[in-house]
């Protein structure tokens, strides 16, 4: 049973005495008291997992002993013991929060169908307090890195409903890490030795997104010269990873919808159902409210999708964490280019906790990254930090001669969505791109 010490407060020595023996017997560790007073001091001075507590009791009351109890905030489960006369004070602890109550005289099967009810609840809870203690002092779980109040809840709830089979839907800027959160929840999950199918739904034409979900038979279309499974099959027995939900088209939404309810699909140019196990996590980077409003997520589908939702809060609002990813960063970026950057000098560690960080985690991680190569010195300065895509007051990107095409393109296409803030359609406006386009690049270049 685990746990199970019980603490017996009752003014009448023989009643205290007598349980004692009988749920010594039952195999419980058993202490009494004989007023409220002392009962309270060995509340204090260990744990007891339930509290037997006479309502009537000199100096300190049931009643009183139950609210320092709570108070105090005891997990410690209370059971008044009262006569008939004082049934409705019993009654008004429990809407407070005590556990139950008995009357005297009282009986015996009663209290013994009561006490591990009583213990099994105590040890949840202090069960899920440890939990939520060590989740408040992590600064790092599964990938992800931080130890604010808001990773903090998005740990919290990652711990909750990854053994469940429940429908996940991240909600969070692009460069937050939504796909290190679905991966905590696969490898949390029942489904850890399964597959993780990652589609990025934002990275695919119409066509072609209908043909990496569900796959094809051999002759479907022009070109299909053998068949192919696609991230429904592929994900069978495990999780299937769908980021940027919300960019799928309106009828692939609808058809999507259908397969997760009916959990079998067909392949393209197929005739015959496929059935599936998988459990689904999605994501996107629009706000939800807006995507449901323009008719960018369907109604129906959002509401499949999102049993659990979770928000990924931006870099910008999880305060402390910016200096504990580049920390983590510049150790992970000695080791792979063989460097000894020895730490981050006041003035750009400064630069690195006040910008706004529009590209996030992703942004951060390439930024120390290039300080990293670029640093002068054994530590990185400001001037480390300063390449052209960080200077997000200044309007002009600055290419030597002689820098290769796809980085000079890349330069550009950072700089400039660093400009814009992180504004996706602004950012593809100025650069003469389609949002879809732009997209791309950010995933190319961030990866």
Not at 176 to 187: D, F, N
Not at 318 to 344: M, P, S
Not at 401 to 422: I, N, Q, S
Not at 426 to 443: H, P, Y
Request: proline share 4%; aromatic share 6%; charged share 30%.
């Amino acid at each position: 049973m685990g746990f199970a010490r019980v603490l017996i407060a009752d003014d009448e020595k023989h009643i205290a005495d007598g349980l004692q023996l009988l749920l010594q017997e039952d195999g419980y560790e058993v202490d009494t008291a004989t007023d409220g007073s002392t009962a309270w001091d060995k509340l204090q001075k260990g744990e007891f997992g339930l509290v037997l507590a006479d309502l009537m009791m000199p100096g300190l009351d049931g009643l009183e002993l139950f609210a320092k109890v709570r108070a105090a905030g005891l997990d410690s489960e209370v059971i008044i013991i009262t006569g008939k006369g004082t049934v409705s004070s019993a009654v008004e602890a429990m809407r407070n929060g005590a556990y139950d109550y008995l009357t005297k005289p009282l009986e015996l099967e009663r209290l013994r169908a009561l006490i591990p009810k009583a213990l099994e609840k105590y040890q949840v809870k202090t069960a899920n307090r440890e939990l939520q203690r060590r989740l408040d002092s992590l600064s790092r779980y599964g990938e992800m890195i931080g130890q604010s109040e808001e990773m903090a809840r998005v740990y919290s709830v990652i711990e909750a409903v990854a053994p469940t089979g429940a429908a996940v839907l991240i909600a969070g800027e692009s460069g937050t890490g939504k796909e290190l959160v679905a991966r905590a929840i696969h490898q949390k999950s029942g489904r850890a030795r399964g597959p993780f199918v990652a589609l990025n739904c934002g990275a695919f034409p119409r066509e072609i997104l209908e043909n990496e979900l569900f796959g094809h038979e051999k002759g479907a279309f022009t070109g299909a010269t053998n068949e192919k499974p696609g991230a429904f099959e592929q994900a069978d027995g495990g999780t299937l990873f769908l980021d940027e939900v919300a960019e799928m088209e309106p009828d692939i939404q609808v058809k999507f919808l259908r397969a997760l309810e009916q959990r079998s699909f067909r392949r393209l140019g197929g005739k015959k159902e496929i059935e599936v196990d998988i459990r689904v996590v999605a994501a996107t980077n629009m706000k939800v409210e807006e995507a449901l409003r323009d008719g960018k997520l369907r109604e129906d589908l959002y509401h499949r999708l999102a049993v659990i939702p979770i928000y990924l809060p931006p870099l910008r609002e999880r305060g402390g964490d910016v200096r504990i990813l580049a920390e983590e960063f510049l150790r992970r970026f000695n080791q792979e280019q063989d460097k000894h950057v020895a730490g981050l000098g006041p003035a750009a560690l400064e630069y690195l906790e006040t910008y706004r960080w529009p590209g996030n985690v992703r942004e951060l991680k390439n930024s120390i990254e290039r300080a990293v190569i670029l640093a002068r010195t054994d530590r990185i300065e400001l001037a480390d930090l300063q390449p052209p895509h960080l200077h997000h007051d200044d309007a002009e990107v600055h290419v030597p001669v002689g820098t290769p095409v796809d980085e000079a393109e890349r330069l550009l296409v950072l700089r400039t969505f660093a400009f814009a803030r992180g504004d996706h359609k602004r950012a593809a406006t100025m650069l003469g791109l389609t949002l879809r386009e732009l997209k791309a690049k950010l995933q190319q270049y961030t990866k």
